[in-house]
Every structure is written in C-alpha cells, then in structure tokens.
C-alpha cells in the first residue's frame, strides 16, 4: 500500500469514527508512522508502507477509532515551543492555554528573574513554556495528582528546562512566596456536564483533572494571600464564565481586572494585578 493510500484509508475510517478532524487526524498518524513531518507526506505519496509500518498504522488508528484523543495515540503533543509526552495521566494541552501563557509572558516580560507559580500543572506545560520563553524565571508547578507530576518531570527532562515541580493540594492553600505570578488552569467541568462532553474528553482524560467546582475560586482567594504588591493571577476559566470571574477578582480586591479571547474569539483567560506595596 502506498503512502497515498494509506491516507485516505485512515481518513475514511477516522471520518466513519466521527472524528472531528480526520483528515488532519490521518496525516499525523501515517507522518508519525513514517517518522517525517505532515509537510513532507506529499513527496513520499508514491512510497510503499512496509509491512512493519503497515502493522504499525494499523495500531493507532484502531486506537483512534474507539476515539481515544490523538495527542495520547502518538504519545506527544506540541505546546508553544515545547513538545509534551502525554497520556491519560494528564490532560491534553489546548490551544487556549497558549493564550493563557501568552498572557503570563506579558505581565512578567518587565521582570528579570520573576517567580511563577503554576498550579494544577498536569502535564507542566504551562510551567515549562514560561520557563522556556522566559529563562530568568523561576517557576514551580504543583499538582495534587503524583501520575501528573510524574509525567511532569518527564517533560521538564525532555525539554531540558529547570523547574521545581511539587505534589501539593490547591484546597489547602497555596505554597508560601512572594510570588510574581500565580497561573492555574485549574478543573472547572460541572459534574452534570461531564456526560456532555466530547468522547475523547469524557470517557480518556483524568475526571480530577476535568471537574472541580470552586477550583478556581479557591485559586484566586489563595493567590491574594502569597502573591506580592503589583503582582498578578492569570486564569483560565470555563466557557462562559469570565464575567462572573472577574467580578470575583474585583470583589476580592484584584485591579486591572480583564479578559483575554481565546482563538475561537471566546473569554476564556481572566487576570487581575494585586495592590501595590507601595
């Protein structure tokens, strides 16, 4: 079978699967098989599959099928300038994070060696992008799950970056600082909106990752508490929650409280600066 084939068999299967994207879905899967980029599929169209490679495809698109997310399927995901190992410890990063760390650059871009607390990293990406597009920061993540931060550490060895990673239980305060920057995106799904959800959401990523209600409120009442003057929160928040977030920032004494559109033009990333020392 040729390399042509095999991706319009895959993207058949992945469209009859009701993947959203199959045939993205399909090059990724047949360029990882083959182990070159999505871009360079084109020339090697004509290609014969061998018979391992074949075997090999036939693997992940079965696993595909039964609509396990692709990032777990191929084993790694991109995030910003970092490739991230991911499998269901963890959730998946998503484009709307970037934009939360988009956000966290910006407030810190004045510091020289800022201190960045991350909580709830999963997979560290938020920790590790920071730490990777700003090198004088100083950035601890914590996570309550130990698979998560096992998978962290991981990721903090495959990237080559320094960073302090912690078990910790975000209910039971935040780890003391002064911090320049507290981040989270933390679990903000609804129980009854679980079986709403997506398959890929639903029945593969880590439930305690997912639901979590008064995560991000505990969140923003602890950062007050260990964040220094002139000192930011940034957060990402459920679809259709950043009016009311904000207006918890501002009851609880957060300024230049706002929200930031995600790529799909929706408020999704809310921050807000605490009262000056000075």
């Known amino acids: 079978m040729t390399v042509g084939n095999a991706l319009e068999r895959t993207a058949e299967r992945l469209e009859a699967a009701r993947c959203e994207t199959p045939r993205v879905d399909a090059e990724l899967l047949v360029s990882h098989v083959l182990g070159v980029t999505r871009s360079g599929l084109h020339a090697a169209r004509e290609r014969e599959l061998t018979n391992g490679a074949l075997a090999e495809l036939e693997r992940l698109v079965s696993r595909r099928e039964q609509r396990e997310p692709l990032a777990y399927v191929l084993g790694e995901w991109g995030f910003r300038r970092v490739v991230l190992k991911v499998d269901p410890r963890v959730l998946v990063p998503r484009p709307e994070t970037e934009v939360v760390v988009e956000r966290c650059l910006a407030l810190i871009a004045g510091l020289t060696e800022p201190r960045v607390l991350d909580v709830g990293t999963g997979s560290g990406a938020i920790a ?97 508490a260990v964040l220094r003057g002139g000192a930011a929160l940034v957060l990402e928040v459920a679809d259709g929650d950043a009016g009311r977030i904000a207006e918890l920032l501002s009851e609880l004494g957060f300024s230049r409280v706002a929200t930031t559109k995600d790529l799909s033009g929706r408020d999704r990333v809310v921050e807000g600066v605490t009262t000056s020392a000075d």
């Open 128 to 224: 590790l992008a920071i730490a990777d597009e700003h090198p004088g920061a100083r950035v601890t993540g914590i996570d309550a799950s130990a698979d998560a931060l096992a998978v962290a550490r991981e990721n903090e060895r495959r990237a080559g970056l320094a960073v302090e990673l912690v078990e910790w239980d975000l209910f039971d305060g935040l780890p003391v600082g002064p911090w320049d920057l507290v981040v989270s995106n933390p679990p903000y799904v609804r129980a009854d909106e679980i079986e709403l959800l997506e398959p890929e959401v639903r029945d593969w990523e880590p439930r305690g990752a997912l639901v979590g209600e008064g995560a991000t409120e505990a969140v923003a009442r602890g950062a007050l």
